[in-house]
């Protein structure tokens, strides 16, 4: 089986632009790690894309982009070729949204939620609106037009369609708002994440894992995860099962960030692809992750997955890595 895997900050997404390095870091992590557990499954090869300013990764048959090269027809013609694509990109501007139709019209095997499912994810307010109505305990998530008037700070403010933590703020005060913020309370707790395999409403816990957050005035910056860090118990796993059945279109690996608070897991939002976590995931579990998804690559379905025993906390950290 020949798979396509395409990373869209370092496989060639933003030719000649500068980017963050924590996202050239980050993007390379899942990138390398995804590439080399696709290629221990039997019978897998891997072909992708690399931005020629970057590295090629370890593993798999790289092709090198340069400025001047079409990115979007280079993917094209690789997923023709292709068995199975698997996109990783960030949700902000609709990039993964189209990425993953434009793959969807090239090969019949594309490991990413349906079109509908991951627009509703790339806006916090649509998919805290919608978690909502479906019973799960959500972080409120306000327009600036429609925060409470007795709504008190302290007060996170990000973009409703960013990824990661870029351009969180906390402030203790309501300032007048850009366009395209959203405003959410401070929840206490521990900030976390699930990492889910998914498919049509039916939904698996891999991993509960502990997020780490910088914060230095009045900014907040994700630094790396603790992969494994709580035990999968059955509030967790009641949470995902309501998530699968409020989002029936997520499908593959995806991440789902929450508050652990003392009276449970609140949600944050709903990251509808691959996320930092899935570094340390083989690691954490002791076993090949993908042994459970090439099922779903080539049936579709979500198999029953074995008995595993309790993941192993596994640090990763986002180191940033310059051009």
Known sequence: MLVFVVETI????HLGAALPASLIAEGA???????G???????????????????APPRGTSTALRLGDDPSSV?????????????????????LERLAEELRAQCRRVVAPDAETIALCASKHRTAQVLAAAGVEVVPTWRPEALPADASGP??????????????????????????????????????SLTLLCQSGRTHVLAAN???????????????VTVGAFPVDEALRSLANRLGAA????????GVDYIATAAGPVVVEVNPRLTTAYA???????????????????????????HLPPALPVEVLTVEVLP
């Open 10 to 13: 370092t496989g060639g997404g």
């Open 29 to 35: 992590l899942m990138r390398d790690t995804l590439i």
């Open 37 to 55: 557990d696709l290629e221990d499954l039997p019978g897998v090869r891997v072909i992708t894309t690399h931005d020629a300013r970057f590295p």
């Open 75 to 95: 993917w094209k013609l690789m997923a023709q070729q292709a068995d199975c694509c698997w996109p990783i990109a960030p949700e902000t501007g609709g990039i």
């Open 155 to 192: 007060f996170v403010v990000k973009p409703d369609d960013g990824a990661g933590a870029a351009g969180i703020h906390i402030l203790q005060q309501a300032p007048p708002f850009s366009p395209g913020l959203i405003v959410q309370p401070l929840i206490a707790g521990e900030a976390a």
């Open 210 to 224: 502990r997020q780490h957050m910088a914060r230095a005035d009045d900014t907040l910056r994700f630094t790396g």
């Open 247 to 254: 989002l029936p279109g997520l499908h593959g690996l995806v």
């Open 280 to 306: 340390g995931l083989r690691r954490a579990l002791g076993v090949n992750p993908l042994a459970f998804v090439a099922e779903l690559i080539r049936d579709g379905v979500v198999p029953d997955l074995p």
